[in-house]
């Protein structure tokens, strides 16, 4: 079956049916229904609530009044009565404000925000009540008002417009708890009046006003709409002696009062007031409850009787439904089913085989095209959406494939310049010591040619940037290990400013000899950058100690500040294989993605921070398995070195051999790349020129140990010809002994 067809199925089968046989008929009961039933909750989740709520108000109150009027009421007594209208004012607003269930609306749901409001208050008017502040009045007419919205709560929440029949039965609910408040009320006034039995005028005219109005509420509009048994309730509640004795105190009261100065003085018979009360009061609260739930439970089996008549009418539907249904849920199977799979298998391709396949071809290996997905030539809508998924699929194995040959290539190809470029540098080096050679009593021209080896040798670690960065690797002849010290005299001797380079090393462990290169190359980038970016007469410092978990190098500067997102973006470099097209957009800074590569050759770590002096901070944590124990110990070696002169002996120090590009070439010409150039003295000075850097495998000559013998004028160098004399000599003699050594270490 076409997915079209299921989706005619799912969509106009079941909207059909369903619109002629059910939702035209049954809509509008089922909406009177639920609306009976939203009525229904509402009464008795807030119904209950509100006519407790009504009758601890109307107890606090009497207590109240009794107690404004001197009669004797106990302070625990009035501390429950408080404390029973907050568990019931807590009820209420739990009631009303609990989420999920049927809320009242329109007018019962105002009147239900006016009483909250006026609940607010209730703290308040206790407080004037104890304190006796302002009348006894205004404090009882807070009670009176916030009853009054109680009842027109009520009001709202009985009244059925929908419904005649519930409306006629609900109206002498509400009537019954407006008499209940009138009789409430008559109670709190002749509580006001108090041992004196005294009352204002107005009091006095609101007392007959209560008196009136319940009297005439009971007697036209509850009693004619009173049940047969809510009758018979009545007739026993009229009946009875505190009933009675209730409607004689009344008409004591309205033809034996006095008129007094002050107010009204009611007659002594209002104290058998309190006693009838009391016993009355309860049969008048059930009369009223029972009245309420009468009028829930027709609203209830109202409800139910419009529910039952819409079940009748969805059974008379039934088979077609069911043979709807039926069809509904094997579409909707089927569908489904079939969707799963296709999603199923497109999340494995996509999470799963593709990314395994495009790392293969990266790597230059062979991909098994049957994990792929193939064309089945299916015809339905689902197994088009599949083979359209294996075409693309197709494509970007394609693409990557493609790509990644051109990367390959690319990477030999800049291998191969690389190569030949470094073969060049080499011989370039090599030229540059056979002119030293020859010329290198003109001391001026040796500077020169000095000058041009530490370019070569920069030149060289760039065409080395090249190699790296197109995933070859620098070969490391080195075969014994190298002390720390000496490492970085090596990785100092890389960089053109190399006299401004401090280095701090201790010698109590060694780098394995097929990493040095490595390293050396590292440590060289970020000295390189560190002295770039930094004051040309300020110090960059180098220290390296031995961690917890291997060798901390540290590099510092003090160059410009650098924001902190600056660094974020930094350190972002250093850990990220970035592809060509990042490196063509950052070609004037590749440092720190060579920095980056050879750390993650080396299982490093590098970081880049603000130090102390405001500058940059390049640490570098080296692993331990790359370090091997030294037996002599480090010494302290500073850049630039000292001033010649007597010195006394020193055993050398073992050579430091660094790699070119391709072929090995001469150690000499490496070394010779890495000797530093003697500094000239300023005009006129009178001070000898400071001596190169020593060169690892090296000594003092004998020279140095005494004054040599003068030797004629070289040139308009302002140092004399005995000092120009000794720093040649001493030159000469240390590249001489090195040669030496080679020789006798090769074949």
């Known amino acids: 079956m076409r997915l079209r067809t299921m989706l005619v199925c799912l969509a106009v089968v079941p909207t059909v049916a369903m619109a002629a046989q059910v939702t035209v008929t049954a809509q509008q009961l089922l909406a009177q229904s639920e609306h009976l039933r939203t009525d229904v909750e509402a009464g008795e989740r807030i119904g209950v609530p509100l006519a407790g709520l009504m009758t601890q108000l109307q107890a606090e109150r009497v207590m109240t009044a009794a107690r404004w009027a001197g009669t004797a009421v106990a302070d625990d007594d009035l501390r429950e009565k408080r404390a029973a209208t907050d568990r019931a004012v807590a009820e209420i607003r739990h009631a009303s404000g609990s989420s999920g269930a049927a809320q009242p609306s329109g007018q019962s749901g105002s009147h239900l925000d006016e009483v909250g409001a006026r609940l607010d208050q209730l703290a308040a008017f206790r407080k004037r009540a104890d304190a006796h502040n302002g009348s006894a009045e205004q ?3 807070y009670y009176t008002d916030v009853i009054g919205d109680i009842l027109r709560a009520y009001q709202y929440e009985f009244s059925h417009a929908e419904d005649a029949e519930l409306d006629q039965e609900s109206r002498p609910a509400v009537a019954l708890f ?13 509580a006001l009046a108090g041992p004196s039995r005294e009352l204002a005028s107005t009091g006095f005219s609101e007392l007959l006003d209560a008196l009136g109005t319940h009297r ?12 047969p048994a809510e009758q018979a309730s009545y007739d026993r509640l009229t009946a009875s002696d505190a009933w009675r004795t209730k409607i004689r105190i009344e008409s004591a009261v309205v033809s034996n009062h006095q008129d007094t100065a002050s107010g009204v003085k009611l007659p002594v018979d209002v104290g058998g007031w309190r006693a009838a009360h009391d016993a009355f009061a309860p049969q008048l609260a059930a009369l009223n409850a029972d009245r309420s739930r009468s009028v829930l439970a027709h609203a209830d089996a109202k409800a139910s009787e419009l529910e039952t008549e819409v079940y009748w009418l969805v059974g008379g539907s039934g088979g077609t439904l069911l043979l709807v249904t039926g069809v509904v849920v094997l579409t909707t199977r089927s569908v489904l089913r079939r969707l799963n799979r296709l999603h199923t298998r497109t999340v494995a391709i996509a999470e799963e085989t593709l990314p395994h396949v495009v790392a293969r071809l990266q790597r230059g290996q062979a991909v098994d095209t049957e994990a792929l997905p193939a064309v089945g030539g299916h015809q339905d809508e689902v197994g088009r959406i599949s083979d359209a998924f294996a075409r693309v699929v197709a494509v970007s194995v394609d693409g990557h494939r493609q790509l990644a040959a051109e990367r390959h290539g690319f990477g030999l190809f800049a291998s191969g ?3 030949r470029t470094g073969n060049l540098v080499s011989r370039q080096l090599s030229l540059t010591e056979d002119l030293q050679d020859a010329f290198g009593h003109d001391e001026a021209l040796l500077a020169e040619l000095m000058r041009s080896d530490q370019l070569t040798v920069g030149m060289r670690r760039q065409v ?27 990785a100092a001797a ?7 380079i401090e280095r701090h090393a201790l010698d ?9 290169s490595q390293i050396s190359h590292l440590l060289a980038e970020l000295l390189d950058n560190a002295t770039r970016f930094s004051p040309p007469r300020s110090k960059v410092v180098v220290r390296a100690e031995l961690a917890a978990d291997g060798l901390s190098i540290e590099i510092e500067d003090r160059g410009p500040r650098v924001a902190a997102a600056g660094y974020e973006e ?4 250093l850990h990220t294989a970035p592809p060509y097209s990042v490196l063509a957009e950052n070609a004037h800074r590749l440092g720190l993605f060579v920095v980056g590569h050879l750390a993650d050759q080396l299982q490093a770590r590098v970081t880049l921070r603000r130090s102390v002096y405001g500058g940059t901070a390049a640490v570098v944590i080296l692993p331990g398995e790359l370090l091997v124990p030294t037996e002599a110990k480090g010494e302290r070696v500073p850049v630039p070195a000292a001033e010649p002169g007597p010195a006394p002996d020193r055993d050398p120090e073992p050579a430091t051999v660094l790699t070119p590009v391709r072929a090995p070439v001469p150690m000499s010409v490496r070394q010779r790349s890495e000797r530093a150039l003697p500094a000239r003295s300023g005009p006129g000075d009178g001070t000898r020129p400071p001596l190169p850097e020593r060169v690892p495998q090296t000594h003092l000559t004998r020279q140095l140990r005494g004054p040599r013998a003068p030797e004629p004028d070289a040139g308009q160098d302002a140092a004399t010809p005995e000092e120009v004399a000794d720093a040649w000599a001493d030159y000469e003699e240390g590249t001489q002994k090195v040669e030496a050594e080679l020789r006798q270490d090769q074949p």
């Open 139 to 141: 404090v009882v007419d």
């Open 178 to 190: 407006s008499a209940g408040e009138m009789v409430a009320r008559e109670d709190t006034l002749l």
């Open 216 to 227: 005439y509420l009971y007697d036209t509009w509850i009693v004619p709409y009173l049940s």
């Open 417 to 419: 310049i690389a190569s």
């Open 464 to 490: 080395e940037n090249l190699l790296i960065l197109a995933g070859g690797e620098i070969p490391d002849p080195h075969t014994e290990p190298m002390r720390l010290a000496d490492l970085l005299r090596e």
């Open 494 to 500: 890389e960089v053109e400013d190399f006299r401004r």
């Open 508 to 516: 109590e462990a060694s780098v394995q000899p097929h990493v040095i």
């Open 570 to 573: 930094m350190n972002r470099r």
